[in-house]
């Protein structure tokens, strides 16, 4: 079959890859009535009918076409978490950012190749809160199948299990009420957390179809594809009885981690080992919260998602056992994981860069600012009414409403949508992780559309540093179009003349998503290699809408292969 439409997504790619196939999908985005918790059915937004959403499989190398259909009442669009969608920039999908919303009744395609990756992905709605319900995985095998994997040994069989959360109420109203008035108290903590869509049975609930079950054989090695889709909550994960090994993280491979929890922010994925070498019987497979916000915001729920995995040739009525309970705020823990990752370092694969053309000192955090217009029901007492507000170098981001930053971009056009004033260092320089809480001027920020434009081929390194102003958390910091190296992480202020020294030049974990310790610092380093806008923000969806994010705006470089190309025919219209 002829695929003529297919040039515009850059897959001109294709052509030199062998035996490289085409992937293709349709996603009907639609309202799916369900009933969790033992509550009344409800209206959702799920794509094919499912939650989770239908997993895309692909190898490394093949070319992936999504034809989304709108059938929902909002506007809706898909990101593909993790792709680097070089040549096929108009893909990438966050509103605003790369394309206009797909309208309600109206289709786009995406296309995109998975050229140079192998590993666990996956996608979601990036546009208001709808990631809650539209998810789903995206994995790529080697292009040489199961017995081309790097480690050993090698698995018998593959299971995806996604994380996420659950509210037994709209989660579009949610978002609106919380933007209208400004006030992210307004959005409850999640009544359940989720295992690939279902809560489990420790929520008080004996309906039926409520736990999901994994069946294993005795001694045989099972490779855990982890994804936490959650909106705003990192995750401890474990199985009773049972030990991983990490063998990757965000699609990039790591060096064998021996553990008996992964700690998973979201936008995370981890690849893990598990034998079921526990005794025949049934097992809970757990997800609980990490809190990390110090002092603690809004409420988590302090409950457990569970599945069950079941042993073949036990009795699968006994009650599985539970794994003991990681305390919600056990940072050590969490950072023992997430800083103890190393990558594998494989013949031909990316290393990181050892000389640096752009270095930037990033602060990330909470804070205060104005009433927005549109916040109609935003508090307007006192002479200067402050909401809550997030920003990254004490700029608060702002999407465009009326061309996305991309088009702006590909038609020299920036004044539309954007400036390039994104600053490399804060405006004021403060003790970052000190109590400011009563300095109204450290906290206060204003909304803008900046961009940081780079050069192609230029390396950046990036510190991003935790702020007190409002408190101090785990940002999970991801960033579209690129994977970056994480050179150290730490607490504290970031200083540069201790820190150096301990950078991790020969084997430091690749990302696209870093848990930011709670009052600490990570700093990143990354090639920009792909031209396009490229947004950098918060995976904690209640933060992204208060602004902390920014954009990369990569030129050209020399060729037609390495430069934006011209926008698919059917890119949707503001």
């Given amino acids: 079959m002829a695929w003529p439409w297919l040039l515009p997504f850059g897959l001109f790619f294709v052509a030199s890859v062998a035996q490289a196939a085409v992937v293709e999908h349709t996603f009907n985005v639609g309202n799916l009535s369900i009933s969790q918790l033992c509550q009344p059915a409800m209206i959702i937004t799920a794509v094919n009918g499912r939650l989770p959403g239908p997993t895309v499989e692909a190898r490394e190398g093949d070319t992936v076409v999504v034809h989304l259909v709108n059938e929902s009442p909002y506007n809706m669009t898909i990101h593909w978490h993790g792709v680097f969608q070089r040549g096929s920039p108009w893909a990438d999908g966050p509103a605003m950012v790369t394309q206009c919303p797909v309208k309600p009744g109206a289709n786009y395609t995406y296309g995109f190749n998975v050229t140079d990756q192998e590993g666990t992905l996956w996608w979601h709605a990036h546009i208001s809160f709808l990631r809650a319900t539209v998810y789903g995985a995206l994995v790529i095998r080697p292009r040489g199948g199961a017995g081309a994997y790097p480690f050993s040994p090698k698995p018998h069989r593959e299971e995806t299990v996604i994380l996420g959360e659950w ?41 039926a179809n409520q736990t999901y079950k994994f069946r294993v054989r005795s001694n045989e090695t099972y490779l855990l594809r982890i994804i936490n889709a959650a909106l705003n909550t990192p995750m401890f994960f474990k199985v009773a009885n049972h030990t991983f090994t990490v063998v990757g993280a965000d699609a990039a491979y790591t060096t064998p981690y021996e553990t008996d929890v992964v700690v998973i922010a979201p936008g995370q994925t981890v690849d893990a080992l598990m034998v079921a070498g526990a005794a025949v019987g049934r097992y809970y497979m757990a997800a609980s919260p990490y809190d990390s916000a110090i ?37 050590d823990t969490a950072f023992r994981f997430l800083s103890n990752l190393t990558a594998l370092v494989l013949p031909g694969k990316p290393t990181v860069p050892l000389s640096v053309d752009t270095r930037m000192f990033v602060t990330v955090g909470l804070g205060n600012g104005d009433c927005q217009p549109k916040q109609t029901q935003c508090n307007t007492t006192g002479t200067r009414p ?189």
């Fill in 167 to 207: 509210w037994n109420a709209s989660v579009y109203d949610l978002q609106q009420q919380v933007f209208l008035t400004g006030d992210t108290m307004r959005m409850p903590p999640a009544n359940a957390y989720t295992i690939n869509g279902k809560p489990g049975d420790l929520y008080n609930c004996s309906a």
């Fill in 295 to 331: 002092p603690q915001g809004p409420p988590f729920s302090m409950t457990n998602g569970t599945a069950i995995v079941e042993y073949a040739g036990s009795a699968g009525e006994e009650k599985p056992q539970l794994p003991p309970r990681t305390e919600y705020n056990d940072t």
């Fill in 386 to 574: 402050r909401i809550f507000s997030a920003s990254m170098n004490n700029a608060s981001f702002l999407l465009p409403d009326a061309v996305s930053m991309l088009q702006a971009h590909y038609y020299g056009d920036a004044s539309a949508a954007y400036t390039r004033d994104f600053p490399d260092r804060p405006p004021v320089i403060f003790d970052y992780t000190g109590d400011a809480s009563d300095n109204d001027t450290l906290k206060y920020t204003t909304k803008s559309t900046k961009v940081r434009t780079l050069r192609y081929n230029e390396t950046v390194e990036m510190v991003l540093q935790n702020t007190l102003l409002i408190a101090k958390e785990s940002h999970p910091m991801h960033l579209h179009g690129f994977n970056f190296f994480v050179l150290a992480q730490g607490f504290g202020n970031y200083d540069e003349a201790a820190a150096a020294p301990r950078f991790n030049l020969v084997n430091p974990q690749e990302r696209n998503t870093v848990a930011v310790p709670t009052g600490g610092w990570a700093v990143i380093r990354f090639v920009a290699n792909n031209p396009g806008m490229w947004f950098m923000h918060c995976h904690f969806d209640a933060h992204l809408d208060l602004g902390l994010a920014m954009v990369f705006e990569v030129q050209d470089g020399p060729t037609a292969e390495t430069s934006v190309p011209p926008p698919p025919l059917d890119l949707p219209q503001c």
